[in-house]
Every structure is written in C-alpha cells, then in structure tokens.
C-alpha cells in the first residue's frame, strides 16, 4: 500500500510566520502535488513536482514555494502566512504510467490568526 | 475558470437506494476522469475512473458513466451504504500532459438509514 504521510495534523500560526508543511511517500513516486481544499472550490493545485529539484506552478502559487530535495519528500512553504492562507493542505504523490492514480496524504488543517 | 464543475454541493438518499452525483466539464482535451471519495479529517482517496474510449466503467456497487458530447459524467452508487456519506469529488486530466488533476468542488453525500 501506498502510504503519503504529512508532518502536521492540525497547526496555528501567526500572520507573518514562515510556514513549514511536509510531505513524505514510500513508493518512489516521481510524481509529487501539493493542493489547497476550500469549501465550495474544491483542491486547487499549488505546486507540483516531476522530480527531485524539479518543480512548477500549480494553478495557485502566489504566496508559496516548495522544496524537493529528495525524492520522498516534498515540502510547501508559505514565506510570510496570511490570514487567506487559512485551509486545508494535501499532499499527493503518484508513480509514472497513463493510468497511475493521486494517492493523498490525510491532510493538514492550518489556521493563520 | 471552472473547467470542472459539480453544480450540486449535496444530496441525500436513502439506505439501499441508488445516489447518481453529477460532473460536468467544459475541456473538450480531456481524455480521463477520476472520481475520489473524502471522509472528513482524512485524504481523498481513489474511488474508480474512466477512459474517454470508453462510455462505462463498473466496478461492484460504482458504475462511472461518460457521455463526451455533453462533455458529463456521473457516478451511481447501487445500493447506497451509510459508509457512502463522504464529500465526493471528480476529476480530470490529459493522459498525455502534465498530469495534473483539475478537481470539481466537490458534493457532499448523506445516507440516511
């Protein structure tokens, strides 16, 4: 079984704090995604990652930056949080071949006061 | 832009009924949908999909329908479980491009006994 793991259930922080989210998997999988799920806007896409040192913009990435130094581990930064930045964050990870699917990590829920 | 929409954000249906939830799309270059299934605090998870080559897929109780020409798909669930009530969401993608999922919002699924 595949297993995506994020370091943080639940996590508070202040305006203005740098923010750390990380994102391991087990499967070797290329393939790395960090979204963002609101209500009613479903998961926006924020980055992803081909590769390790590889990565491009999702469809949301003002106000984050990610890291993947290592092929297991994909880590979203948001540099200076923001109240708006208040959501619930996924990690995905998922293997090569046309009919590979997403397998998500269980979540990080952050609250920016 | 919404290239994926769920116009219903819930439904509710009776133990032992069937639930039909509703996609619609509107990029006529996508050529594979997935459904995923949420449970709260906890990550999507794959549920079934379905290629553009072909119109159905079934997999036990979950049967995908796809009808190009109105660019739709639906899910049906026969017959419902309490176990089904979770946030559904569909998705797409191009086989041949970057892999990205592009998410619905998502519909909330009530099984009432």
């Known amino acids: 079984d595949v297993k995506v793991t994020q370091s943080s259930r639940y996590l508070v922080k202040r305006t203005g704090e740098k923010v750390f989210l990380e994102c391991v998997q087990d499967m070797d999988h290329e393939n790395m995604f960090w979204y963002r799920q609101d209500p009613g806007l479903g998961l926006r896409l924020i980055y992803f990652s081909y590769d390790v040192k590889m990565k491009e913009k999702g469809d949301i990435p003002e106000g984050y930056s990610v890291s993947r130094e290592k092929k297991e581990r994909f880590s979203l930064i948001l540099e200076s949080a923001s109240t708006n930045q208040t959501s619930m964050y996924l990690c995905?990870?998922?293997?090569?071949?046309?009919?590979?699917?997403?397998?998500f990590g269980p979540g990080t829920r952050l609250l920016v006061l | 832009d919404q290239q994926v929409k769920q116009n219903s954000p819930s439904l509710s249906v009776q133990e032992g009924r069937i639930s039909i939830l509703n996609c619609d799309y509107t990029?006529?270059?996508?050529?594979?949908f997935l459904w995923y299934k949420k449970y709260p605090a906890e990550g999507p998870t794959f549920l079934i999909s379905i290629s553009s080559i072909k119109d159905k897929n079934e997999d036990g109780r979950f049967t995908v329908f796809l009808n190009k020409s109105a660019k739709h798909l639906s899910l049906h669930i026969v017959p419902s479980q309490p176990g089904d009530s979770a946030v559904y969401f569909c998705a797409a993608k191009i086989i041949q491009g970057a892999q990205k999922l592009v998410f619905g919002q998502g519909t909330r699924l009530t099984i009432n006994p």
């Open positions: 995905a990870s998922r293997g090569l071949g046309a009919g590979e699917t997403q397998y």
């Open positions: 990029n006529s270059m996508f050529d594979y």
